[in-house]
């Protein structure tokens, strides 16, 4: 992927700054997912690992909405009619959405406005940080047509977020998790005006893209794989990744600039 060159068919893409800002882009119907986005963001993602011009991604929705989650007539309507192998194929690769989301090394801003519901409320989930305005309604919907609340990795994701009786509620009733709940319950990272959001969002990512991005995307990693290991096993994970920080350049630019008493300027190697 060339970054400056590259224009996806499915949704917005803004490169500027090592920020690259991706935006779902169908506000006349609240910018739904299709068969085709899915997989056209979840090969984006994948591509991401292997491009360092990026440092980090906001990921936005357009229109005063972030998603509208997979789009009833185009996904799940036809999927009323496929058969097991087809519906297995269709679900393995919404997931490797999130496991691509959470395999990049670039933190992801998720800007959330208004409707972040299904879908959409799985990618804001799978993002690293989440900024939100007091208009974001965001709801896991699948208990609301028929399906069970464990998808694209909810189950899993959702109750280190807000906590194991929360994310069950939210599952269960597939009802609206207010932006005021969001942030105390620890979703959002923090509410901000609706006419700031995206400038408090690139904020941020900026921020993170002059930091030791290299640092950043091990730090990413640790909190991934973390999670089903012991405190044993992980204190010397973290160990061995440290060490391998400690030999970049970004490490020594960050003790000379220390000793000169200067800001270092980090480029993520």
Known sequence: MNPATFAPEHFGWRFDSGVA???LDR????NPLTFDSYAELRDCFRALVYTAEVKAVVLTGAGGNFSSGGDVHEIIGPLTKMAMPELLAFTRMTGDLVKAMRGCPQLIVAAIDGVCVGAGAIMAMASDIRLATPAAKTAFLFTRVGL??????ACAI?????????AAELLFTGRVMTADEGERWGFHNRLVAAGTLID????AACAIAAGPTFAHGITKTQLNVEWAVSLDVAIEMEAQAQAICMQTQDFARAFEAFAARRTPVFEGN
């Open 21 to 23: 800002t991706i935006t």
């Open 27 to 30: 506000p006349e119907r609240k």
């Open 148 to 153: 069970a609340g464990c998808d694209m990795g």
């Open 158 to 166: 959702l109750p280190r977020l807000i906590g194991q009786g929360r």
């Open 200 to 203: 408090e969002a690139m904020a």
